[in-house]
């Protein structure tokens, strides 16, 4: 294993960090559409000489692998993006760490979604861990009281709209093992946020959005740029790097500095804090994702193994 991998690991997971609570309520006033749509953009067009060095690639690429890209697009970068960044756009009704625990969810729809789709048989386990893990996450979010359902209940869209965010990660993460078969991660990357820019562009202009990016000050451009050239494209290169050095069940542990330093954030910025209940919550849904992790790993080495077998006879 790389010595360094887990610095990467732990540096990218930072950074989302900041870019949950430091970065992105910076932009609340603009459309949520328009904010995606800029942020994609700019990653597209700066890694676009990636495109253009694996330009010949592309030719060989059949009718699934544009319907598996457009599907990581759509989930991952339009509908998840939109989401994430709607739940955050509440910065001033509720503690954003709790919408950035809520993306721990994120292994648990991955792995249920997996055996729908993919047909992967799931453990009993998984189950109880699902349940407990939801449990979890409903005590960080509404303690031991029953939730306001009402239009105005700001913690309730956060959360319902970083639950959302959460299970498009997590399909879309199940459609790039499909995606990535036959391309680099490099070129996947790009056409990741490519085809999420064209998306978003639909989007925009369909929901008569785009006329707002005139209201865009100096400031927020440059937070736009920060977001792109830091939390973006780069962040996600960094984390990959540490990925392919490391154990899925080891970074998940190293990926904790993400919701931890939005703690701290959340705490130094805004003097948020999260009641004893609360922290409850947060263990038994990290203790249950982690468990969730450990599961499709052990799942993963099966496979492997029952494979090398086969390859032997």
């Keep these: ?35 995606v749509l800029i942020e994609s953009s700019i990653v597209a067009i700066y890694l676009s000489p990636i495109l253009f060095k694996n330009i010949a690639s592309l030719k060989s690429l059949e009718s699934k692998d544009w319907l598996a890209f457009a599907g990581v697009a759509l989930f991952g970068g339009a509908i998840g993006g939109m989401c994430i960044t709607k739940a955050l756009f509440y910065v001033n009704f509720v503690n954003l760490s709790i919408v950035i625990l809520i993306q721990k969810l994120q292994p648990l729809f991955a792995l249920g979604l997996a055996g729908i789709i993919l047909k992967e048989r799931l ?23 029953l939730p306001n359902i009402s239009t105005d209940n700001k913690n309730l869209l956060a959360a319902m709209y970083a639950v959302i965010a959460a299970f498009s990660f997590g399909f879309s993460t199940v459609l790039s093992k499909r995606a990535l078969q036959n391309v680099s991660f490099e070129l996947g990357t790009y056409l990741r946020f490519g085809i999420a820019s064209i998306i978003m562009i639909l989007v925009v202009f369909s929901l008569g959005e785009f006329k707002e990016i005139t209201s865009i000050n100096n400031s927020q451009w440059f937070v736009f740029l920060i977001i792109a050239f830091t939390t973006g494209g780069p962040a996600i290169f960094i984390y990959y790097y540490g990925l392919k050095n490391i154990t899925a069940s080891s970074s998940t542990i190293l990926e904790l500095a993400f919701p931890l330093t939005a703690i701290i954030l959340e705490y130094f910025l805004h003097d948020n804090i999260l009641s004893f209940v609360q922290w409850i919550g947060v263990v038994i849904l990290i203790y249950s994702i982690t468990n969730v992790v450990k599961l499709s790993n052990k799942r993963r080495a099966e496979l492997r193994n029952s494979k090398l077998k086969l390859g032997d006879i």
């Design 123 to 145: 453990p009993r386990r998984f189950f109880n861990w699902a349940a407990l893990a939801i449990f979890g996450t409903y005590l960080m979010t509404f303690g031991f009281k």
């Design 1 to 35: 294993m790389n010595k360094l991998a887990p610095i990467f690991i732990i540096f990218a997971a930072m950074l989302w960090g900041i870019d949950g609570i430091v970065l992105r309520p910076e932009l609340y006033s603009l459309p949520v559409g328009l904010v």
